[in-house]
Structure formats: structure tokens, C-alpha cells
């Protein structure tokens, strides 16, 4: 046992987000977890004439750095983990080379792709049990599959984005589960890949990688930052960033939890994936968690739609606009008698050239006045998010019968008052606040959980309620 106020273990959290990617470094000790960002970047989504793609060499460049960071921080790293967002993927060719830049999962294809399975959703849910979705890789895959085959037959092996970031670090080919189940293509009832999907939808299993499930070692760091650092293990942490937050979420009351990131996420931790049929019907799907748990999810618009309002408002009005700068403005928005609200479903919002003329037309259609300055416009987001949200509860209660006792909410958006204060009305639930970057928490307790500093899940949860202030609304 180490002496008291001596770290016990320290940890690099890659969080890399679809919007943009950050370094922590965990510190174990006095029973405590303390998170402290060391780098945070952006860049690796760009426009190409097609659509938006991924650029992994600035993914690369952005996690390059944060190991430099890291290793002028600290003499030594226990581990290292990394989750990032799920449904999309990298090709590497019979050289370990990049094939093509990964589409990005808002890209035509998607839709373009769900619109031509020969499968019907039902068919699709009763084996994978995954959210209907246009942006689920199965979708992307199929599409590729038919128009641009000989990419594929180029190509020896498929990982996701977290995935293709461990590789980077050790060379090893795996693909962790809770990132898999994100696919559609795994078998919710073995935690395999499904031979039969595979089969039925003429998709190379050949390219697909054997699973690893969270707290298992993905390999050791090479190269030139193993000589920095040393040959650190790289733990494969819940790699979808939902199951990450979700690992840091203390739900012993039996409560949902909203995400509020670039999607807004809403779900219930479940011991086994429900494969009724009338939860797809919903809208809702099953995904992976740590310890062998699913959760029941939904997944609505998020914010960033307001990532892209901030980008077009700057651009119209030639001034920098800062996030803190938006909440102001809703705050002030918030104050007046109008409440205007979008329909966030409306296919308006999937991949709109122009956020504001799309915020606009769907308050219209909804019966609201449209708003023109910018904290109206960021107001009706947050006001059509939190009715979804509110709605999402209640058929979340419909499908398990049973009353949800709290909502937890976790998330770039839980920041926000006048946001949480909605989903807290539109939801007439007790809303629990915090932590807000739980990805970053959970990917460290998982890590913690993968080098025997803890023992459970439950444990790694407690040590997060004891790290960090959570605080209810009221």
C-alpha cells in the first residue's frame, strides 16, 4: 500500500467527442479521483464536395500531442483508455495504411444506405436489438457495399473510431463491445458479430475485428511514446463515450439519464437487452455498458445543432460568438412571454445547410413564432429538445410500466440552467445534476477497474459521487 497523498494510479483519459477531443489525467489517491485537462483539440471533422468526413490525421495529431502533454505532466502513467463516439468507421489496407477518410455519419450515404436494406427494421431489430437509425454503420456499410465494392475489397480490416485510435497507439486490431453494438451488426444475444446479418446483407465478415469487452488490456504503447513513457497498457475502457457517461452515473434509485451532447441521449441501465419488438416501434434500441449491462436508449438531436447556430450566426455577423455568450442570450430570451420551439425529428435538422433558416421554418410549422435573434433561435432548440426529452420519459414508462423515480443529466448541456430547467419541467421529474464530463470519469474508473485498483462497477461509482459535486435541481 502506498503512503498516504501518494497516487496510487494515474491515467490518461482520450475523450474524443464528434465535436472535439480532450486529454485528462486521472489521479487516484485518498480515495479520491481527480480529473485535470491537459490538452483539448479539434479540426478532424471537414467539409469535403460529397459531404462531411472524418481527417484522422489531425484525430492522430490531437492525440500525438496529448501524450507529449502528458508525458512532460508526469514521470509515469499506469494506463491509458480511450472512448470516442460510435457508428462510424476506418479501412486499413493489407499495409496497416488508412484505405480512404471515413465518412462522417451525418454523410448521404447513411440515409441513402438504410433507404436501399433489403431487411425490415424488425428483422434487424429481433437479432441486434440496435436503435433504427440511418447512421448506424450498418447502413454506411450496406451503401458501400453496393457503390464503391472495390474499396472494400482492398481493404483487410474495419475499426471504429476508438478503435482505430488504440490501434494507432499499439498496433493491435480489436474492436471493444459497447463501440461494436453502435454497428447494428452484433448479435445482441451472443455479444458477437452476426454471421447471419453479415450473410443476409452481403457484408465482408472478413474485416471485422474479435471483441474485447471493457477493463480487458487492448495492448501496450509503442513507438516513440513507449520510450517517453514507457510500454503502458492500454485498457479498453467502455469505448462508446454513452457507455463511458453511463459507467460514471450513480442509478441505484432505478432513474433514466439524459446526455446532453451533440445527441441528446435518454435512456434506463438494464441487466439484458429487450428485444420486444414494440421498444424499436418507439424509437428506442439497446446498447452495451460495463458489466455486462444494456441500457434502453433513445437517441434524439443535441446540441450540436447549437455548435452549428454559434457557426452560422458568427459568420453572418462577422463577430466571435462564445457558448457562455449563447446562454446569456437565452437567459434573456427565456425571460419573455413568446416561447418558440423546433421540432427536432423534422429532417430539417439531419444535415441543414442553413441551421437558421431551419430553426425558423420549424417554429413556424409548429405554430410559433419564429425567432431572428440569436438567443430566440438558441431558445427554441433548447425548448423543442427538452419537450422531446419529456416525451421520451413517458414512453419510457409506457414500455416498462413503471413510474422513472429521477432523471440524472450528464453532458456539455447540463451546464446550462435554462436547458436543465426545461427538461426538469417538460419532464415532471427530480433531475440530479453532474458529473458533467461523466465520459471523461467513467473511461477512468474503467481503467481503474482494469488495473485492480477497484473492484465493481458499483465501487468505481461511489468513488465518482465522492469526487465530484453533484447537485439536485429544484
Known amino acids: ?23 485528462m489525467l486521472a489521479t487516484f489517491e485518498n480515495r479520491r479521483l481527480r480529473l485535470d485537462e491537459i490538452h483539448r483539440f479539434d479540426g478532424y471533422a471537414i467539409e469535403r464536395d460529397d459531404g462531411p468526413h472524418w481527417c484522422l490525421s489531425r484525430l492522430f495529431d490531437g492525440v500525438e500531442e496529448s501524450l507529449r502533454r502528458c508525458s512532460a505532466a508526469v514521470s509515469s502513467l499506469d494506463s491509458i483508455g480511450v472512448d470516442s463516439w460510435g457508428l462510424d468507421y476506418a479501412l486499413l489496407d493489407h499495409a496497416g495504411g488508412i484505405v480512404e477518410e471515413p465518412c462522417h455519419y451525418r454523410h448521404p450515404r447513411s440515409q441513402r444506405g438504410r433507404d436501399a436494406l433489403p431487411l425490415a427494421p424488425e428483422e434487424l431489430y429481433a437479432i441486434s436489438g440496435a436503435q433504427d437509425l440511418p447512421v448506424n454503420t450498418i447502413c454506411q456499410l450496406f451503401d458501400q457495399s453496393r457503390h464503391a465494392s472495390g474499396t472494400l475489397a482492398r481493404s483487410r480490416n474495419l475499426l471504429m473510431m476508438a478503435d482505430i485510435v488504440n490501434h494507432h497507439l499499439t498496433g493491435r486490431l480489436r474492436s471493444e463491445l459497447t463501440l461494436a453494438r453502435t454497428s447494428g451488426l452484433v448479435d445482441a444475444r451472443t455479444e458477437d458479430w452476426s454471421a447471419e446479418l453479415c450473410q443476409r446483407l452481403g457484408l465482408p465478415q472478413r474485416l471485422l475485428q474479435p471483441i474485447i469487452r471493457p477493463a480487458e488490456v487492448y495492448g501496450t504503447l509503442r513507438g516513440e511514446f513507449a520510450d517517453r513513457l514507457g510500454p503502458v497498457p492500454v485498457i479498453s475502457v467502455a469505448a462508446h463515450d454513452t457507455a463511458s457517461a453511463v459507467a460514471a452515473l450513480d442509478l441505484a434509485d432505478g432513474g433514466a439519464f439524459v446526455i ?19 421498444v424499436r416501434a418507439a424509437g428506442f434500441g439497446n446498447e452495451g455498458g460495463v458489466d455486462g449491462r444494456t441500457f434502453l436508449i433513445k437517441s434524439l438531436n443535441g446540441l450540436h445543432l447549437i455548435q452549428k447556430l454559434r457557426a452560422a450566426w458568427q459568420q453572418r455577423d462577422g463577430r466571435p460568438v462564445t457558448f457562455a455568450g449563447i446562454a446569456d442570450q437565452v437567459m434573456e430570451a427565456a425571460r419573455l412571454d413568446d416561447t418558440p420551439a423546433i421540432d427536432p425529428s423534422d429532417p430539417l435538422f439531419f444535415n441543414p445547410p442553413d441551421i437558421i433558416e431551419a430553426i425558423r421554418r420549424s417554429c413556424a410549422r409548429n405554430g410559433t413564432f419564429p425567432p431572428y435573434d440569436l438567443g430566440g433561435l438558441a431558445l427554441a432548440v433548447y425548448n423543442g429538445l427538452a419537450s422531446e426529452i419529456g416525451s421520451a420519459v413517458r414512453v419510457i414508462e409506457q414500455l416498462t410500466g413503471r413510474v422513472l423515480p429521477s432523471l440524472t443529466l450528464c453532458g456539455g448541456g447540463a451546464r446550462d440552467a435554462v436547458l436543465c430547467d426545461r427538461i426538469a419541467a417538460c419532464s415532471g421529474k427530480a433531475v440530479r445534476i453532474g458529473p458533467i464530463e461523466a465520459s471523461s470519469w467513467g473511461n477512468a474508473l474503467v481503467q481503474l477497474l482494469g488495473l485492480g485498483q477497484i473492484k465493481s462497477l458499483e ?12 447537485r439536485n435541481l429544484v
Open 1 to 23: 500500500m502506498k503512503p498516504e497523498g501518494v497516487p496510487i494510479a494515474r491515467c490518461l483519459v482520450l475523450d474524443l467527442g464528434a465535436g472535439s477531443g480532450r486529454a
Open 260 to 278: 446532453c451532447g451533440s445527441w441528446s441521449l435518454i435512456g434506463l441501465e438494464r441487466r439484458a437487452p429487450d428485444l420486444d419488438d414494440a
Open 459 to 470: 465501487e468505481g461509482r461511489a468513488l465518482v459521487e465522492r469526487s465530484v459535486d453533484i
